[in-house]
């Protein structure tokens, strides 16, 4: 039906009880062709992991941690940027395809930097880093996902920036396991290309007249919503959070100098959290509320919301939660 958007999570793992039967849950059937050829290996009960317990576990002292957010630090050489291609097809919104020099090696940034129609500059903006299928897909064109997330902020009047972070869409370049959180050197150096991608795309929006960088707002999601522990806490730049079915990664763990509990107590600029009671990739109670109480802002400043889910949000839930977020702490558009 057109109204209702179908969404099926075969690759995610849900912590509803066994016996569930609401309305938003399907089932699955396997009709086994042979099952003499399949490994007996496979029937047999999973191992699990030892579980990080943040309830127990402590950050780093402020020095050491003075010495992890050094790591970001970056030359603040020319931009050399390229606005090389504009689209007006949208009647709502304007989007600019841009290049500007990395903060490492020879490399390109590209980002897209979505522009409101319907209000005038300059504009408040919402810096978004996407959910992990940015590492999957060869381009941004792919992610249907973009809009669901992106165009209630538009029509809402703030533009949002889209950096094509290191090792997603078009600048996919081989990488593979130093992504995701592991104690390896590789890893931290990824995530500090990241982050340095992030603070460049802010070093951008300075440039223009026609956005207000005083009024910067960080949107994580999934990926982006763990990360949401670490970029607010070492870009000093953004005046707000938003963390959607986000959390401390509870199975891994990170070397030292990447791991995001040496950095979410930091973090102190407003964050909103929007998650689910039902989410397997950041438990409520190992991952999530963890998070939460960790943060370094104040009580006052600070929301977590639960929603009856898994690892998503309802879209209308989310729009008004995000908008009365922004508006509390960036201003209403004017």
């Given at each position: 039906r057109p109204e209702f958007a179908l969404v099926y999570m075969y690759s995610d793992i849900s912590q509803l009880p066994l016996f569930d039967r609401s309305p938003k849950n399907g089932f699955r059937c396997v009709n086994y062709i042979d099952i003499d050829k399949i490994p007996e290996k496979v029937f047999q009960l999973a191992e699990y992991t030892k579980l990080r317990d943040y309830y127990k576990e402590e950050p780093v002292s402020d020095a050491i941690f003075q010495a992890y957010?050094?790591?970001?630090?970056?030359?603040?050489?020319?931009?050399?940027?390229?606005?090389?291609?504009?689209?007006?097809?949208?009647?709502?919104?304007?989007?600019?395809?841009?290049?500007f020099n990395a903060a490492y090696g020879n490399e390109r940034v590209l980002a897209y930097l979505y522009l409101p129609k319907e209000t005038s500059p300059p504009y408040q903006t919402v810096i978004h880093f996407p959910n992990a299928n940015a590492a999957r897909w060869t381009s941004i064109k792919d992610n249907r996902h973009i809009f669901w997330v992106l165009d209630f902020i538009l029509?809402?009047?703030?533009?949002?920036?889209?950096?094509?972070?290191?090792?997603?869409?078009?600048?996919?370049?081989?990488?593979?396991?130093?992504r995701w959180v592991s104690q390896s050197h590789a890893h931290t150096e990824y995530l500090v290309k990241l982050v340095k991608d992030f603070s460049r795309s802010i070093d951008y929006l300075d440039t223009r007249p026609d956005i207000d960088s005083d009024k910067l707002a960080?949107?994580?999601?999934?990926?982006?919503?763990?990360?949401?522990?670490?970029?607010?806490?070492?870009?000093?730049?953004?005046?707000?959070?938003?963390?959607?079915?986000?959390g401390l990664r509870h199975r891994r763990r990170a070397r030292p100098e990447a791991d995001a509990i040496n950095y979410v107590s930091r973090v102190t600029i407003p964050v909103l959290m929007l998650n689910g009671r039902y989410d397997y990739s950041f438990p409520l109670e190992m991952s999530v509320i963890p998070m939460y109480n960790l943060l370094g802002t104040p009580e006052s400043d600070k929301l977590l919301k639960i929603y009856e889910t898994d690892h998503n949000v309802a879209k209308n839930e989310f729009i008004k939660e995000t908008l009365n977020w922004l508006d509390k702490y960036l201003g209403p558009v004017k």
């Open positions: 957010k050094n790591q970001f630090l970056y030359d603040k050489t020319e931009l050399d940027a390229d606005l090389y291609e504009t689209d007006e097809s949208s009647d709502d919104w304007t989007i600019e395809k841009i290049t029509k809402n009047g703030r533009a949002v920036m889209y950096p094509v972070y290191k090792g997603t869409y078009e600048r996919q370049d081989g990488l593979t396991s130093e960080y949107l994580g999601a999934s990926w982006g919503g763990h990360l949401g522990a670490i970029i607010p806490a070492v870009e000093e730049r953004l005046k707000a959070s938003i963390l959607i079915v986000g």
